[in-house]
């Protein structure tokens, strides 16, 4: 587990709020850890967030984080990997945080089935550029130090285009 630091967090979370992505949101927090992300967007104005993490460690973290924070309440942890939850849930998410281990490879597969649940954008943490396949749109990519945090959204559908009235 590699948590995010506190200068990424707090410089992630003021991108999130200058693009109206927190407040009301149902976030949906990958590659959980200690859960600190997901707990922060709690604090920040989003209504609930659900917590995946395959480790047990790290999801007794969470719960005692959640209770430590005073959001239980607004939250759900789920035990599994990423992959098997996007594949699995039929709820809608208004922002996703993704930062999963640096050594992760298959975010092409992960953002292929994230797309299917996410209506708004999503974090993406990584030490190296990661190629967003055709479906989003990258609204901002910033350096801190050894971690490059990418924000994407879903493509908006395109309008078919009306023909030329003759």
Same mark, same amino acid.
């Given at each position: 587990?590699?948590?995010?630091?506190?200068?990424?967090?707090?410089?992630?979370?003021?991108?999130?709020?200058?693009?109206?992505?927190?407040?009301? &949101? +149902?976030? #949906?927090? #990958?590659?959980?850890?200690?859960?600190?992300?997901?707990? =922060? &967007?709690?604090?920040?104005?989003?209504?609930?967030?659900?917590?995946?993490?395959?480790?047990?460690?790290?999801?007794?973290?969470? =719960? &005692?984080?959640?209770?430590?924070?005073?959001?239980?309440? *607004?939250?759900?942890?789920?035990?599994? $990997?990423?992959?098997?939850?996007? *594949?699995?849930?039929?709820?809608?998410?208004?922002?996703?945080?993704?930062?999963?281990?640096?050594?992760?490879?298959?975010?092409?597969?992960?953002?292929?089935? #994230?797309?299917?649940? #996410?209506?708004?954008?999503?974090?993406? =943490?990584?030490?190296?550029?990661?190629?967003?396949?055709?479906?989003?749109?990258?609204? *901002?990519?910033?350096?801190?130090?050894?971690?490059?945090? $990418?924000?994407? *959204?879903?493509?908006?559908? +395109?309008?078919?285009?009306?023909?030329?009235?003759?």
């Amino acid at each position: 587990m590699r948590p995010t630091a506190d200068r990424v967090r707090e410089a992630v979370f003021n991108m999130l709020a200058s693009l109206g992505a927190l407040d009301g &949101a +149902r976030v #949906l927090d #990958l590659f959980a850890g200690s859960g600190a992300l997901g707990i =922060e &967007a709690l604090s920040r104005g989003a209504d609930h967030a659900v917590f995946v993490e395959r480790d047990a460690a790290a999801r007794r973290a969470i =719960e &005692a984080n959640l209770a430590a924070t005073g959001l239980a309440g *607004r939250a759900r942890l789920v035990g599994g $990997t990423a992959e098997a939850f996007l *594949r699995a849930t039929t709820e809608r998410f208004d922002l996703a945080l993704v930062d999963p281990p640096y050594t992760y490879e298959d975010w092409r597969s992960l953002l292929s089935a #994230l797309a299917r649940v #996410l209506d708004g954008p999503a974090v993406l =943490e990584s030490d190296r550029p990661i190629a967003v396949p055709d479906g989003w749109d990258v609204e *901002r990519e910033k350096r801190y130090g050894g971690t490059l945090v $990418t924000i994407i *959204r879903p493509s908006a559908p +395109r309008a078919p285009t009306d023909p030329e009235p003759s």
